[in-house]
């Protein structure tokens, strides 16, 4: 799947007006006693996901939408920020407002549960356009149209509908931190609901309702509520779905679980999960109607609030959080009290998702995004984390949060703030929710490149290249797509005989492994990185390391020695068999050697990458008698004593090479070659050793060079 493009985020400049100081309420209040939220006087207000949006004014004297983040009980304020400016800009222009109690117009509000707040604003020229804000400083209202009267008529996560009086249509568009969905719609006006990219309408008879998928682009489903009309206004929560046949018509919730239809009030109402509110005006009081039960209980009075001149007051002096929440709302003494609903929610569950694609170019060198950014829909708040592992089971960095929307961006790196190594990644999140009541768990795997590369790894997309020279001074990077073979190559030609290469990683900070050359007069250079867009050819870019390497009989890449998350170089002097240690100072060059071994009576030693798990490289080396061992990398720059690999192992080989993971399971493998040219792969198996061997070329003989 192709990376989409991040959609269009506008950045106003409202920075140094915006209040978003942290705040704290009082201890949380026992049972439905209402929690105050002091303030200056509110002009509009709305409540979703443990989020209260309200417009109020700041200690400037100015109006702002200000947004709070309150616990899962409603009794303390957790942080607080604004979503825009609410007040006359210079030019004139506004948030929309409509008649209320209030002095100068309430701002209908629209909370999405994922910490977003949507309202109208009108331009100076009258005009209007729908703006969904989802930070302090950032909303979306690209491609909305120029309209007036435009009132919105719900929105969940990152799905919002609205309707407009001037063109008489309705619209149906989604927002998204990172893409751009694609969902939008243009439509009649009619009774709408979204419980995320479910849209919810009426459909063809009375009490009729069908399932629109925004994603998927088709009905997936159609209901039969009950209801004794066409619907005229709908209000989906999870289960639950809302009908009503106009302001003062029969109304009922349909249970999608149970099938069947449950009679509630009629009149002006907002449902949570498992109940409605009511705003009783004649008796000044907030009425609550439980219905998760399966029948609707006798209404109960649960705040007091004075009838006001506005007939209808939702989302104007109270509202009520669908996702799990209670209800807020509006005193006379122009404090915000949130009421618990007492009402047991459904279990914790995801109304929807984004994913990220599941191929993650941490560097970015395509133009794509530098994080891998998914985001999920809670029903209700929940604690949550997000893990993501390697292939051997070792956790790379973990994420944690809370809330009803789960962001997750992570950038490719550990929890130490290294890169991660490239490769295959699994990934869980686990969310529990906030009120005890369920736990939602999903997985998923992704690949990482442009982060730190694996053994061998030259194009910068996890897996091991190996490198051969052939009798015309070809030097060719083989290349495998993950299947255990080799599967295509790129060369560069010019090399003379007697050159020896070895792959190896970066020595600077572009997260490209680079090539290290010895020339046939001894000369050392180092090849800067190409990250798999070319082969290498001497006039390509280099630097040079010295001379004198004709010295040493063995030059290879064991991984990280040194514990610093750089690949080291070891050479075996000729004359005395003595095993040095070049340390890669992460600035191009190598430090001076330090003798770690003298490794004289060995045939071959093999820089094999971390063979183990345990983070740091490895060396495998045979005796005369055919014996494979396997010396450990401490990650201080030494060796552990040797352990006993294979008896009696690869007397025919010419050529041994730990060419790093070429089977796309994260763990290194080996690769060699016997004296009648056959090519063959041993299994990694991440704990030290490998499996039996698997033929998977023939004809190598060709090859002067095998690194």
Not at 199 to 217: A, C, F, M, R
Not at 270 to 287: C, E, F, N, T
Not at 656 to 681: A, E, M, P, Q
């Amino acid at each position: 799947m192709t990376r989409r493009a991040r959609i269009a985020l506008t950045l106003a400049s409202l920075a140094a007006l915006s209040a978003g100081t942290l705040t704290s309420a009082g201890p949380a209040a026992a049972d439905t006693t209402p929690t105050p939220i002091a303030t200056d006087g509110v002009w509009g207000i709305d409540y979703a996901g443990g989020f209260l949006t309200s417009v109020e004014k700041t200690p400037s004297g100015l109006q702002y939408v200000i947004g709070r983040q309150l616990s899962a009980d409603g009794s303390t304020v957790l942080e607080r920020s604004t979503r825009g400016y609410a007040d006359v800009f210079a030019d004139g222009s506004h948030a929309e407002r409509v008649p209320c109690d209030a002095s100068g117009g309430c701002v209908p509000l629209r909370s999405t549960g994922a910490q977003s707040v949507g309202y109208f604003f009108v331009d100076g020229d009258g005009t209007e356009s729908a703006q969904i804000w989802l930070s302090r400083q950032n909303y979306h209202s690209a491609d909305e149209p120029q309209v007036t009267g435009g009132r919105f008529v719900d929105a969940t996560g990152r799905y919002f509908v609205y309707n407009a009086a001037s063109t008489g249509k309705q619209y149906v568009d989604a927002v998204n931190r990172y893409r751009d969905d694609g969902v939008r719609l243009t439509r009649s006006v009619t009774a709408a609901s979204v419980w995320g990219s479910a849209l919810w309408t009426p459909g063809s008879g009375n009490g009729v309702v069908t399932q629109y998928d925004l994603e998927g682009k088709k009905t997936v489903t159609t209901v039969s509520t009950g209801a004794p009309c066409t619907v005229k206004e709908l209000q989906v929560v999870g289960r639950w779905i809302y009908w009503n046949c106009g302001p003062t018509g029969v109304a009922g919730v349909y249970d999608r679980t149970a099938k069947k239809n449950i009679k509630v009030p009629s009149g002006p109402a907002l449902v949570g999960d498992g109940y409605l509110v009511q705003h009783d005006r004649s008796a000044g009081k907030l009425m609550l109607t439980d219905y998760h039960s399966g029948t609707a209980a006798a209404a109960r009075a649960i705040a007091d609030l004075p009838a006001g001149n506005t007939t209808d007051q939702r989302r104007l002096t109270w509202t009520v959080d669908k996702f799990g929440g209670g209800v807020a709302y509006v005193g006379t003494d122009r404090a915000i009290r949130i009421v618990p609903s007492g009402v047991p929610a459904q279990s914790l569950a995801k109304i929807e998702q984004d994913l990220d694609d599941s191929d993650f170019d941490a560097a970015g060198r395509y133009g794509g995004s530098t994080t891998w950014d998914s985001t999920w829909q809670l029903n209700k708040p929940a604690g949550w984390t997000f893990t993501v592992k390697d292939a051997q089971g070792r956790t790379d960095r973990t994420l944690m949060g809370s809330g009803t929307d789960i962001a997750v961006s992570w950038d490719g790196k550990t929890e130490s703030a290294a890169y991660a190594y490239n490769g295959p990644k699994t990934w869980t999140l686990t969310a529990k929710a906030a009120d005890g009541a369920g736990t939602y768990t999903t997985s998923g795997k992704l690949t990482l490149t442009g982060g730190r590369q694996g053994h061998h790894d030259q194009g910068g997309y996890a897996y091991g290249e190996l490198v051969t020279l052939n009798s015309s001074g070809t030097l060719s990077l083989q290349y495998t797509n993950g299947g255990g073979k080799f599967d295509w190559k790129q060369s560069g030609s010019g090399w003379p005989a007697g050159t020896v290469a070895v792959p190896f990683g970066d020595m600077g900070k572009d997260r490209c492994a680079e090539m290290l050359v010895r020339m046939p007069n001894g000369e050392l250079r180092r090849y800067a990185g190409k990250c798999g867009e070319s082969s290498y050819a001497p006039a390509s870019s280099h630097t040079s390391l010295g001379t004198g390497w004709n010295a040493y009989n063995v030059l290879t890449a064991p991984g990280d020695l040194t514990g610093d998350g750089r690949t080291d170089l070891l050479a075996r002097k000729a004359s005395t068999g003595d095993v040095y240690l070049f340390a890669n100072d992460g600035a191009s060059k190598l430090k001076p050697g330090v003798k770690i071994r003298s490794w004289a009576t060995y045939k071959k030693i093999v820089g094999a990458g971390d063979l183990n798990g345990d983070g740091f490289g490895d060396v495998l080396v045979q005796d005369k008698a055919g014996t494979l061992w396997r010396y450990d990398g401490t990650g201080t720059g030494q060796v552990k004593e040797r352990v006993k690999v294979f008896s009696h192992w690869g007397t025919s080989y010419n050529v041994v090479v730990g060419v790093g993971d070429i089977t796309g399971d994260g763990k290194n493998d080996l690769v060699s070659r016997d004296t009648g040219g056959n090519l063959y792969r041993n299994d990694g198996n991440g704990k030290g050793s490998f499996g039996a061997r698997t033929k998977i070329a023939t004809g190598w003989q060709a090859y002067k060079g095998i690194f």
